[in-house]
């Protein structure tokens, strides 16, 4: 895949979600939707909408393997023990973003929601940036929500989880397992 940027807010955003094939050309866009991470890992393949599963929780920072590991026990999370330095400044271990580029923070994810229009999926996909309704992913491996909700990683850890921002017919930065796949949009 070849990104595109865009200047917005102070950043220079990739145009498109991680994986995506295409800037969306609507909210409802699959080609558009891109892959879907877990909170902390690589890009390792596991963020492929079909990747397969596995039950076995991760003792390191990689994995070393492309299955998406699904949890169901608190505090839902693929590694034991937790890390929240994994998309962290300065350090950025296992940063999924090409080099040069890292996970925007809750802030930064935080001002381009409040830049938007109105704060639901119609200001998201009318930002210049274009987000498009990408889904989720279970942290027991199924896949819900496409062409109804957007949800993106911030690279900020909050206790035992992580934040995203989300967007359908409302838009706010909220807590999630960080076994849970959901879409990346990448920052410098």
Same mark, same amino acid.
Not at 68 to 79: E, T, V
Not at 89 to 104: D, E, F, T
Not at 159 to 164: E, Q, V
């Given at each position: 895949?070849?990104?595109?940027?865009?200047?917005?807010?102070?950043?220079?955003?990739?145009?498109?979600?991680?994986?995506?094939?295409?800037?969306?050309?609507?909210?409802?866009?699959?080609?558009?939707?891109?892959?879907?991470?877990?909170?902390?890992?690589?890009?390792?393949?596991?963020?492929?909408?079909?990747?397969?599963?596995?039950?076995?929780?991760?003792?390191? %920072? +990689?994995?070393?393997?492309?299955?998406?590991? /699904?949890?169901?026990?608190? @505090?839902?999370? !693929? *590694?034991? =023990?937790?890390? %929240? +330095?994994?998309?962290?400044?300065?350090?950025? /271990?296992?940063?999924?973003? @090409?080099?040069? !580029? *890292?996970? =925007?923070?809750?802030?930064?994810?935080?001002?381009?929601?409040?830049?938007?229009?109105?704060?639901?999926?119609?200001?998201?996909?009318?930002?210049?940036?274009?987000?498009?309704?990408?889904?989720?992913?279970?942290?027991?491996?199924?896949?819900?929500?496409?062409?109804?909700?957007?949800?993106?990683?911030?690279?900020?850890?909050?206790?035992?989880?992580?934040?995203?921002?989300?967007?359908?017919?409302?838009?706010?930065?909220?807590?999630?397992?960080?076994?849970?796949?959901?879409?990346?949009?990448?920052?410098?």
């Amino acid at each position: 895949v070849t990104y595109g940027t865009l200047e917005r807010n102070g950043l220079c955003w990739m145009d498109r979600n991680m994986g995506a094939e295409q800037v969306a050309q609507s909210a409802y866009d699959t080609q558009a939707y891109g892959d879907l991470f877990q909170w902390g890992r690589l890009d390792d393949g596991h963020q492929y909408r079909k990747s397969e599963t596995t039950s076995a929780l991760s003792y390191t %920072d +990689d994995p070393g393997h492309d299955m998406f590991i /699904i949890s169901s026990d608190l @505090p839902i999370d !693929w *590694r034991y =023990p937790k890390n %929240d +330095d994994l998309w962290q400044k300065p350090s950025l /271990i296992n940063n999924p973003c @090409p080099q040069g !580029w *890292r996970v =925007p923070s809750e802030e930064e994810l935080q001002a381009e929601m409040e830049s938007w229009d109105t704060p639901d999926i119609n200001g998201a996909f009318g930002s210049t940036l274009k987000w498009p309704l990408s889904g989720y992913r279970f942290s027991f491996g199924s896949l819900a929500y496409e062409g109804q909700w957007g949800i993106v990683w911030t690279s900020s850890a909050y206790n035992d989880y992580a934040l995203t921002l989300s967007y359908g017919n409302t838009a706010h930065i909220g807590e999630d397992g960080r076994a849970a796949g959901a879409a990346v949009r990448c920052v410098r």
